[in-house]
């Protein structure tokens, strides 16, 4: 049974910093692409960051410059480093998995349970 474990969300003023993490257990997903996705009170869930098994990064313009993800295959974990926060960065974080060669809207295998992330102005 395959888990994503998310920690790290917390409540921070603007301007400031959060690292998330996920860890993986279960299995290995060190071959799959990994993402970060956020869901805002009355808005739909989306896509934030993903980084692929050999590295690559994508990130959604409102957040590029100011997060950065990573990968540590070794832990089975994935970061999302957030700084510079917004107050329009509020949401609960969720991770997220898929295999390689699909796109986030045709498929995900995992979810991870959440994370809150308040950003105060």
């Known amino acids: 049974q395959v888990q994503l474990v998310e920690s790290g969300g917390g409540l921070v003023q603007a301007g400031g910093s959060l690292r998330l993490s996920c860890a993986t257990s279960?299995?290995?997903?060190?071959?799959?692409?990994m993402g970060w996705f956020r869901q805002a009170p009355g808005k739909q869930r989306e896509l934030v960051a993903s980084?692929?098994?050999?590295?690559?990064?994508f990130y959604t313009d409102s957040v590029k410059g100011r997060f950065t993800i990573s990968r540590d295959n070794a832990k089975n974990t994935v970061y999302l480093q957030m700084n510079t926060l917004e107050p329009e960065d509020t949401a609960i974080y969720y991770c997220?998995?898929?295999?390689?060669?699909?796109?986030?809207?045709?498929?995900?295998?995992?979810w991870g349970q959440g994370t809150q992330v308040t950003v105060s102005s």
């Open positions: 279960g299995s290995t997903l060190s071959t799959y692409t």
């Open positions: 997220a998995a898929r295999r390689a060669g699909y796109r986030w809207s045709d498929r995900v295998d995992y």
């Open positions: 980084i692929h098994s050999g590295g690559s990064a």
